[in-house]
């Protein structure tokens, strides 16, 4: 009899039991992953990259031989001095202003499908992806005259991949990819260190223009 | 009838203590604070619900300090997932009835 009476007012409320399993969806998603990370920013960071591989190139090529193209000269010969803060700089002015434009643009997207963007788990996806990102920063910087060029050029897009694996598991789920390419990208670059910097400028120029887009189709944002 | 209704647990009819669980389920432990973030509920709301949890054996509390202020943690317990995963099947299996 009791049963009976739950069971009636249970089965009359259909429209509660989908508003609870939709408040269960949509809580376990958002208290476990930053859903805000915006595919244009992706894009941005894509065309600042190639950007900076084009500057990378003049630097480059306004130092050293024309048959050297796509290489990177030795740090560790005094002559190169100049040549390599210049193109260290050029990488850092890449870094920044992609990382300014996806919390530019995140923040946005937050903002508009009304979400926090500043939540627990923001932080944590951070501290997973400055820690690889940070040591990769210090062990190229440690490093950099003692080994061949192209290494330390290997070096940004391996570390770079491996904290973009590290902080997906707090983000889309396609970003893993994106890190498991990025490391690929930086293993192929130590083969062919002839061709150095369009390998980097396919890293994280093209790499990031194709996932951008992907990723603002298919989140729309 | 009666099996789907053995698994819709009265404990979680109210939406905050289903947003705990659900939260809980999949961070396993959380602060007071960042709970209240991601539910979007007052201080005394949220506390008696995580009290109403506690009591049924669903979470767990373990009070330490940091930095000497008080810090609370919450962790989902054995029997709480048990039961949140059969009341999530019950619900599903109530709304394909239909």
């Given at each position: 009899m009791c049963y009976k009476v739950l069971y009636i007012i249970v089965m009359n409320q259909p429209d509660q039991h989908l508003e609870d399993i939709k408040v269960i969806k949509k809580l376990m998603e958002e208290?476990?992953?930053?859903?805000?990370?915006s595919g244009i920013s992706g894009i941005i960071a894509g065309l600042l990259a190639i950007a900076g591989a084009v500057a990378a190139k003049l630097i480059i090529t306004g130092s050293s031989p024309a048959e050297d193209w796509y290489a990177v000269p030795f740090a560790g010969d005094p002559a190169n001095n100049r040549t390599v803060f210049l193109l260290l700089a050029d990488m850092a002015v890449v870094l920044v202003l992609s990382f300014g434009a996806a919390v530019l643009f995140s923040s946005r997207k937050a903002r508009k499908s009304g979400r926090n963007a500043w939540t627990p788990i923001t932080r944590r996806m951070l501290a997973s992806l400055f820690i690889p990102l940070v040591t990769g920063g210090l062990f190229i910087l440690l490093t950099l005259s003692r080994v061949?060029?192209?290494?330390?050029?290997?070096?940004?897009?391996?570390?770079?991949?491996?904290?973009?694996?590290?902080?997906?598991?707090?983000?889309?789920?396609?970003?893993?990819w994106l890190g498991v390419l990025e490391v690929a990208t930086g293993l192929i670059c130590l083969m062919l260190p002839q061709w150095s910097i369009l390998i980097w400028a396919v890293g994280f120029g093209a790499i990031h223009i194709v996932y951008g887009l992907f990723m603002h189709l298919r989140y729309k944002g | 009838m009666k099996k789907v209704l053995e698994n819709f647990n009265k404990a979680f009819e109210s939406r905050v203590r289903l947003g705990?669980?659900?939260?809980?389920?999949?961070?396993?432990?959380?602060?007071?604070?960042?709970?209240?973030?991601?539910?979007?509920?007052?201080?005394?709301?949220?506390?008696?619900?995580?009290?109403?949890?506690?009591?049924?054996?669903?979470?767990?509390?373990?009070?330490?300090?940091?930095?000497?202020?008080?810090?609370?943690?919450?962790?989902?317990?054995?029997?709480?997932?048990?039961?949140?995963?059969?009341?999530?099947?019950?619900?599903?299996?109530?709304?394909?009835?239909?």
């Amino acid at each position: 009899m009791c049963y009976k009476v739950l069971y009636i007012i249970v089965m009359n409320q259909p429209d509660q039991h989908l508003e609870d399993i939709k408040v269960i969806k949509k809580l376990m998603e958002e208290s476990s992953r930053f859903l805000s990370l915006s595919g244009i920013s992706g894009i941005i960071a894509g065309l600042l990259a190639i950007a900076g591989a084009v500057a990378a190139k003049l630097i480059i090529t306004g130092s050293s031989p024309a048959e050297d193209w796509y290489a990177v000269p030795f740090a560790g010969d005094p002559a190169n001095n100049r040549t390599v803060f210049l193109l260290l700089a050029d990488m850092a002015v890449v870094l920044v202003l992609s990382f300014g434009a996806a919390v530019l643009f995140s923040s946005r997207k937050a903002r508009k499908s009304g979400r926090n963007a500043w939540t627990p788990i923001t932080r944590r996806m951070l501290a997973s992806l400055f820690i690889p990102l940070v040591t990769g920063g210090l062990f190229i910087l440690l490093t950099l005259s003692r080994v061949p060029a192209n290494v330390t050029v290997a070096s940004t897009l391996i570390f770079y991949g491996l904290a973009v694996i590290s902080a997906g598991k707090f983000t889309l789920g396609e970003i893993h990819w994106l890190g498991v390419l990025e490391v690929a990208t930086g293993l192929i670059c130590l083969m062919l260190p002839q061709w150095s910097i369009l390998i980097w400028a396919v890293g994280f120029g093209a790499i990031h223009i194709v996932y951008g887009l992907f990723m603002h189709l298919r989140y729309k944002g | 009838m009666k099996k789907v209704l053995e698994n819709f647990n009265k404990a979680f009819e109210s939406r905050v203590r289903l947003g705990i669980m659900s939260v809980l389920a999949v961070n396993r432990s959380m602060d007071f604070i960042s709970l209240r973030e991601a539910l979007e509920v007052t201080d005394g709301n949220l506390a008696s619900h995580l009290r109403a949890l506690e009591d049924a054996g669903f979470i767990s509390i373990e009070k330490s300090f940091i930095d000497r202020k008080p810090n609370t943690k919450y962790t989902i317990t054995e029997e709480g997932m048990d039961s949140f995963r059969h009341h999530i099947k019950a619900l599903e299996d109530l709304i394909n009835k239909q």
